[in-house]
């Protein structure tokens, strides 16, 4: 049974379908930004692998652009550990401006750098640096785009507004994927090579410029603004958070676990997976990766909006129930060689990927107090993707290689599936549950423990 406090209704700009129109599209924005030149880099990986690592053989270049995409997430936790907390200090409206800035900046680097012909070793060193300084500040993204949307979003229909986060980020892999095609398309392998593979990170800086401006734009959150009001935002967030709250960050950690690795699974590397080791050209593998990626488009704030009916639990369960059930089967079907398989497999592990996506942020986001809110998300989800996210090519590339069998993906997915499903079994139902509780606004400084003597945001 639940324990929790009672909340405390939230403002009435909440439920103005102008402001939550707004809240959308500051929270989305940078997101898309953000997965559009992640995905891209990871589409153009064997481009970029011969213009900044030309030296080495095709397996060992594409392995170094797979080790550069891993660092930026490795660098990921930092950004979280500095970004987060700020979120929790001085708002998410000036986090979510700072990321935006900051990622822009280094993506248009990325398409003016020249490569390893024109300045040798520099080149991929730079590459290192600015893909450093994307992942510092993709650190602070999620936390800071899911609190606001979920602090904006109607209590009952809080799943499909935050939602429209992964919508955003899916977006992002479904525009880069068609500039993918297009390019693979329109122009021949040197000429990709040469200067076309530029031309997504350029597109993506403007972009980012857009999103700066809607987010500077619009005001900070009721809840936020409601803990500001009266002097209740947390002093020291971190401290709170690791003292008060560490079941609900390592059950966060567990859940988005589970969805970080079918992500990059099924729409980053299953285009290498599909032309590297089944055979299928790239304009192919393109083309199904943009199919699932629009099915996903499509699903997720289905999800979501089912989440607000049926609760959290049960969707994302069954979520995990199937990815655990079906990937090796999934993954056995492919590697028969079946141009069928090889779209319908990815197809149907979409529609698991968007049950997961339509209900894991908000989940994650409900389990925190407004004070410490963005703090835990942020940690939550770029720890678990610098360890189990951007490091998905490289591993089953290694690991591929190394076995010499196709089918190392499945017991990925399944071990990815089975640690969610341990931490959802633990979690109590949040949906339609108020975020800004007595625990928020009853605590005017950092205390030894929650209101009520114990953390009850996840019973």
Not at 133 to 143: M, P
Not at 245 to 264: K, N, S
Request: charged share 10%; hydrophobic share 50%.
């Amino acid at each position: 049974m639940s324990t929790q406090n009672p909340p405390i209704d939230t403002p009435e700009v909440r439920e103005n379908a102008v402001s939550l129109r707004r809240s959308v599209a500051a929270g989305a924005v940078g997101v898309f930004v953000h997965w559009f030149d992640w995905a891209v880099y990871a589409y153009l990986a064997s481009t970029i692998a011969a213009v900044f690592f030309p030296q080495q053989d095709s397996t060992a270049g594409l392995l170094s652009v797979f080790a550069v995409f891993a660092v930026s997430f490795g660098i990921r936790p930092i950004g979280a550990l500095v970004l987060g907390p700020l979120g929790d200090r001085i708002g998410r409206r000036r986090t979510l401006s700072v990321v935006i800035f900051v990622m822009s900046g280094a993506t248009l680097a990325i398409g003016l750098l020249p490569g390893y012909a024109t300045l040798g070793i520099a080149a991929p060193i730079l590459l290192v640096v600015a893909r450093m300084v994307q992942g510092f500040a993709a650190g602070g993204e999620f936390g800071s785009a899911a609190s606001f949307l979920a602090e904006y979003s109607p209590r009952h229909r809080r799943g499909f507004g935050v939602s429209w986060l992964e919508v955003g980020s899916l977006l992002g892999f479904l525009c880069a994927s068609f500039v993918f095609f297009l390019l693979s398309t329109a122009l021949t392998a040197d000429q990709l090579e040469s200067w076309g593979w530029r031309i997504p990170f350029l597109i993506a800086a403007p972009l980012g410029i857009i999103g700066f401006v809607i987010r500077n734009r619009i005001e900070d959150t009721p809840d936020y603004r409601a803990l500001a009001s009266t002097d209740n935002i947390a002093r020291h967030p971190m401290r709170e958070l690791l003292r008060n709250h560490p079941r609900q960050l390592l059950q966060a950690a567990a859940v988005m676990t589970m969805m970080h690795v079918p992500f990059y699974a099924v729409l980053t590397y299953m285009v290498t997976y599909q032309t590297d080791h089944l055979g299928h050209s790239a304009d192919t593998a393109a083309l199904i990766s943009t199919a699932v990626s629009l099915l996903a488009l499509i699903l997720v704030p289905v999800f979501g909006r089912i989440s607000d009916r049926t609760g959290r639990k049960p969707v994302l369960i069954g979520a995990g129930i199937a990815l655990l059930v079906l990937a090796l089967p999934a993954f056995l079907l492919m590697s028969g060689g079946s141009t069928v398989a090889a779209v319908l497999v990815p197809l149907g592990l979409g529609v698991i990927l968007s049950a997961i996506l339509g209900t894991y942020a908000v989940w994650s986001a409900e389990i925190f107090p407004t004070r410490v809110r963005q703090g835990g998300l942020s940690i939550a989800y770029s720890i678990t993707a610098a360890l189990f996210a951007g490091t998905v090519p490289y591993v089953m590339t290694v690991l591929i290689s190394a076995t010499g069998s196709i089918l190392v993906p499945a017991p990925y997915l399944m071990i990815a599936a089975a640690v969610g499903l341990l931490a959802a079994v633990t979690m109590g139902e949040t949906a339609g549950n108020a975020l800004l509780r007595e625990d928020d606004l009853g605590v005017g400084a950092d205390a030894p423990e929650p209101v009520g003597g114990r953390d009850t945001s996840a019973t």
